[in-house]
């Protein structure tokens, strides 16, 4: 027997490495493993995701006349037991980046070694794994541009096939624990559908039509004019071959220049996961550090009460409130006001970025450490390719071009669902007492943006070493 160990791809489909191991003449066993080491880090709206994928990924597997063998334990343990159980030779897996991740592969990897047990792991979470796109020096680009433009460039492997029924062995799993076997409460938000046939479905969707208007709707938080594949990419259930592949399909079908166009702004963005998957596998240690320092430490305020409206979404700013009450609904945040909001903590209320991660990665359904940090660092002024320092998102004039009418804020404040778009996105400006008659119960700013900004600016021109005091 050959087992394909499943980790963040539960698909059976357009996996290499499940590919690889029914390629092999021994019949391949599916795992999964529950290990506490990786739950420790996870929050109940993704374990709900997890646990719907992966009874879905299961019933593929017996409707195949098989099973997912489901473990619970530290996988260093667990991947050998089950490996013994089923007197198998090999164990595949898809590699994953993190630095987590790759500490807890060394140790499967030693453990089954020691039992006389080979493994092996394969490229299959992104089209060009990390040191296959490099510039002239080091590992990896730190400009996202230079590195979008050999992405686009690059040849594209097709999707692979789905194992046959013949290809897999007839074993049988035990029932998948609940969330309270777990020891996690029902999410607060409602969890997306995370299966690869609702993948598969917004895929198709969004390729009939919506991905030509991307390029002019991705901005607009009220649009709805993003794929939200997030969730489907970050647990692997639609793999990235696939969905490649139906955008060239849609490229193909495009009838004019501007729908080609939004296509490729399409696949741009699913470079910027890639991008961030390389800088996070040469660099594990910015998940806690920044990636790039400042010749003083940044003077980082710790304000629990502002920390705490920001995550409340009470700060008086509509569209940062919004986005932090989207959050909390949805397990999801649009990408224009996730800069945003995290613009506001960082610069604004100056708490450190890696509080912002915490929530984030407390409350997304899509949580992914490389796009999760790599997204913070880029707004905290930190990071690869960052937004520089001094210019500081005014969430005022942000939330006028992008939510122009206010049905965002509307949707998600409804303390503000009668007031007008001028009252919401100029919130700031009103006397409190006009404040007090349009929403009695949406609060004031907690903070004046004007003084914010100097304060922020100058205080990463004292962390360059540039400011007078
Ligand atoms: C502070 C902050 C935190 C973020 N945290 C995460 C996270 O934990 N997980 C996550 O997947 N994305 C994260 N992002 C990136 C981005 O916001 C989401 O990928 C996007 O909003 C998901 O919605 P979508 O699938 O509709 O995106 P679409 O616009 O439809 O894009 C398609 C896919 O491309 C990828 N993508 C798009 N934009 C980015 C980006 N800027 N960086 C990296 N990949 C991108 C995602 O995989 C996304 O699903 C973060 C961004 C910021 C600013």
Redesign the pocket.
Known sequence: MIVHWHRRDLRPSDNRGLARAAASDEPVVPLFVLDPTVLEHASSVRVACLLEALGALRKWYRDQGSDLVVGRGEASRVVPEQAGVYDADTVVWNADYSGLARDRDRAVRDALETDGIDSESVHDAIHHEPGSITPNQGEHYSVFSYFWKKWRDRDKRAPVEEPAATDLAAVSGEPIPSLADLGFDEPEATPPTVTTAAARERVADFCSGPIYRYADQ?EYPAASG?????PH??WGTIGPRELYAATERATARAESEDARESVRS?QR??A??EF?AHVLRYNPETVAENFNGYENEIEWRDDPEELAAWQAGETGYPIVDAGMRQLHAEG????RV??LV?AFLTKDLLVDWRA?YDW?RRK?A???TA??V???Q??ASTGTDAQPYFRVFNPMKQGREYDPDAEYVREYVPELADASADDIHGWHDLEPAERERIAPDYPAPIVDHADRRERAIDTFERARGEASE
Request: proline fraction near 0%; glycine fraction near 8%.
């Open positions: 991705r993003t794929s939200r594949l997030s990419l970050k399409f963005q699913l910027w996961r961030y999801w945040m649009h990408n996730r800069m995290a912002g984030f997304l899509d949580h992914d796009n999760d790599g997204g913070w880029w707004a």
